[in-house]
């Protein structure tokens, strides 16, 4: 069973902090239903709790960015992760010695508070201003007051101290984790966030599948306090208003966040779809047809992998091979012309141009996402061995490929769908000992099968929009060079992916500054 977990805000919530009601009618019935749903978030219970009403939570939670595993219902912590009492006095030196302002989160004679020095007021105000009436701000005179009570947590707004020097104050060594971030909804505010060496978000849901006896998690987040949870997730995904270094830990990267696209995202594993039956109706007409026709084993690279995707998005045979102009198309329907190219996409340049003077043309090209290699012997068919599924998103190639068809990426009588795909790879061999498939000269002799269990996803590419939202990092200045696009991006400066946006028109060269090109978006 799976355990998904989401981070709430900028990820399930709203940019108006809210659950839409689509959002939560669908969580609702999936839960119902026996579906493990969860929420980690660096808010206290109290803070999230006022935000989630509508949703029927029942398995533990994360607050505090994994310092406590909660109950949903009661906020009652089941595990907590705390501050050791070498970090606390490390950390109350530091903080009066450099006289600063941090919020301390502390248990107080059963309640949670949050205090906060009155003679540092102007260092919080971000803070208190936007949680005015909240009963847990406790306002001190002293420093003695500010560290009462069971201390778990602390914050810094915007502190002026180097980062780098309260990165090694408080490091994994001396007993502490910490996060700096931008504010969600205030970009203008960073959050310096510290707390216990055994806490994060990965720990703490970590901590619930083992509760909740899952064998399988994925994770949703936005920001750099997700990251964790993403990296240690079977799958992480990745909200479309995800920061750059989210995305790039990332094995999916969906809808936003003001899109439902959380909820969506599992309701599309969990419940059954006409999607799920027409994909697997095209696996099972093309392996009948490709088995026919070469045998039991049949299907050296690519093969089945086309046939499949023809039949998904043509499954008429009168709609198959059909010529224009000087060559044959895989499909064609009232959407237009289909074309599945599972080799080079440069290999279309002459074919498009034929096909997109007669009609739309969607181009599907399909990557191997998850992937898993099961050995066979070829005298019995008797599975030998079969390695776990690996993830992978390979954006270098993407681009390349991309990059490769520019000249109509801007063509609005072209859509590229990059078909990620789940595929077992079959490995067909003879002997007692498993081949070295490593060696090349081994692969090019092997039987070697490969046959796509899942569509996980559709990426469309229709036009600039759709390559905004998904390629361009969202921190670049009104102009910028290539290397400062590759920097944001956390990319090589070899990268295509600024030529891919270019072509696109979504930015565009501007002039230089010395030596290198400036750019601009469009």
């Keep these: 069973m799976t355990l998904y977990a989401t981070d709430l805000d900028g990820t399930l919530l709203r940019s108006d ?118 009963k847990r701000l406790r306002p001190v005179d002293s420093y003695e007051e500010l560290f009462q009570g069971r201390m778990f947590y602390f914050t810094l707004l915007n502190p002026e101290t180097d980062y780098a020097e309260l990165s090694e104050v408080f490091s994994r060594e001396n007993g502490f984790s910490s996060n700096s971030m931008h504010d969600t909804y205030d970009p203008s505010v960073i959050w310096f966030e510290i707390f216990s060496r055994n806490a994060s978000k990965a720990s703490a849901v970590l901590q619930i599948l083992e509760l909740t006896k899952c064998d399988k998690l994925v994770c949703f987040g936005d920001n750099k306090n997700d990251i964790s949870m993403v990296q240690a997730a079977d799958t992480g995904v990745a909200v479309a208003n995800a920061c750059e270094e989210l995305k790039a830990q990332a094995d999916v990267v969906i809808g936003s966040n003001d899109e439902g696209a959380v909820a969506e995202y599992i309701r599309q594993r969990e419940e059954p779809s006409e999607d799920i039956d027409r994909f697997s109706h095209a696996l099972s007409a093309a392996m009948t047809r490709i088995r026919g026709m070469h045998g039991s084993v049949g299907t050296q690279n690519e093969k089945l992998i086309h046939a499949v995707l023809k039949n998904y998005y043509a499954p008429y045979s009168d709609e198959q091979e059909i010529k224009i102009g000087k060559y044959f198309a895989d499909a064609v329907s009232e959407n237009g012309i289909f074309e599945i190219q599972t080799r080079s996409l440069h290999r279309l340049r002459e074919k498009l141009a034929d096909f997109t003077a007669a009609a739309r043309v969607t181009v599907v090209y399909p990557v191997e996402s998850e992937t898993r290699t099961v050995y066979m012997r070829s005298d019995t068919g008797e599975m030998v061995k079969e390695t776990p599924f690996r993830r992978s998103y390979p954006k270098a190639k993407i ?68 390559y905004r939202e998904r390629y361009l990092p969202r921190t670049l200045p009104e102009e910028f060079t290539k290397k400062e696009f590759c920097a944001a991006c956390r990319e090589s400066t070899l990268s295509l992916r600024l030529e891919v946006l270019r072509a696109a028109g979504v930015i565009k060269q501007t002039g230089k500054n010395g030596r290198s090109f400036l750019y601009s978006l469009v």
């Design 399 to 466: 681009f390349r490929e991309l990059y490769s068809v520019r000249e109509y990426l801007a063509n609005e009588r072209v859509s590229i769908i990059l078909a990620r795909l789940k595929v077992e790879k079959r490995v067909y061999f003879e002997g007692e000992e498993l081949p070295d498939l490593r060696n090349r000269r081994v692969r090019q002799k092997l039987p070697i099968e490969k046959i796509p269990l899942a569509l996980l996803e559709e990426i469309r590419l229709e036009n600039a929009n759709d």
């Design 17 to 134: 902090m809210t659950v839409s009601d689509e959002s939560a009618a669908t969580l609702n019935r999936l839960i119902q239903s026996g579906v493990k749903f969860t929420f980690a978030t660096a808010r206290s219970f109290s803070s999230a709790a006022p935000l989630l009403k509508k949703l029927e939570l029942s398995c533990p939670a994360v607050t505090f960015n994994g310092v406590f595993v909660i109950d949903p219902v009661t906020g009652e912590h089941i595990i907590e992760n705390i501050f050791s009492r070498d970090a606390l006095l490390i950390a109350q030196e530091y903080f009066v010695s450099y006289e600063l302002a941090p919020l301390v989160y502390s248990y107080i004679d059963g309640r949670e508070r949050v205090s906060y020095l009155k003679s540092k007021h102007d260092k919080v105000k971000s803070y208190v201003d936007m949680r005015k009436g909240d």
